[in-house]
């Protein structure tokens, strides 16, 4: 068994999950849509970030739990809130993705995630995991449940991963 973290290693070594998911992430725009984006990680040192993902409340994605995009050679990443402060625990929904490749590089645009705000981010590759987390019972409330039922009830990029699906994108391929 895999952790969601061991996906941010240079190579997990998951090539070989070579099945789809129902919609691709990386090449069709606002397959991610309802999507929670729960957590991003960069990792500077090697370039890489990892955005974690709840799925089980996602419009095209519904085979697994848990999303995982990972993008390398991250050329850019921006966060912008849209001039709100949400309250302390939020749901930041995906309304819209929006993927484009250019210049060797993919562009992918996550929009509605909270009136104005947008998570982009640029790279010279990417990949996109569907799985399950073992132990997610149901969506928290962020509003009533305490931190630890939020937390229990959730993917971390400790938890144990399940891969089911995944897809790759090179955009800029090593030559």
């Excluded at 749901?91 to 705000?117: E, N, Q, Y």
Aim: without cysteine.
């Amino acid at each position: 068994m895999i952790t969601i973290e061991d996906l941010l290693l240079p190579d997990p070594g998951l090539r070989w999950y070579g099945a789809q998911p129902e919609m691709n992430p990386l090449t069709e725009d606002d397959a991610l849509q309802e999507a929670q984006i729960l957590d991003v990680r960069f990792d500077a040192l090697r370039s890489t970030v990892g955005v974690l993902f709840e799925l089980r409340t996602a419009l095209q994605l519904r085979q697994a739990n848990t999303g995982v995009l990972i993008a390398r050679g991250v050329r850019e990443i921006s966060w912008s809130t849209g001039g709100q402060s949400p309250r302390p625990r939020f749901a930041w929904v995906v309304a819209g993705s929006t993927i484009g490749i250019a210049d060797r590089l993919f562009d992918l645009r996550l929009s509605g995630l909270h009136p104005g705000a947008q998570l982009v981010l640029v790279a010279e590759s990417a990949a996109f995991f569907t799985g399950d987390v073992p132990g997610l019972d149901r969506i928290p409330d962020y509003g009533e449940d305490d931190e630890a039922t939020v937390r229990s009830n959730l993917a971390q990029w400790n938890s144990e991963f399940e891969p089911k699906q995944a897809v790759f994108l090179d955009a800029a391929p090593v030559t």
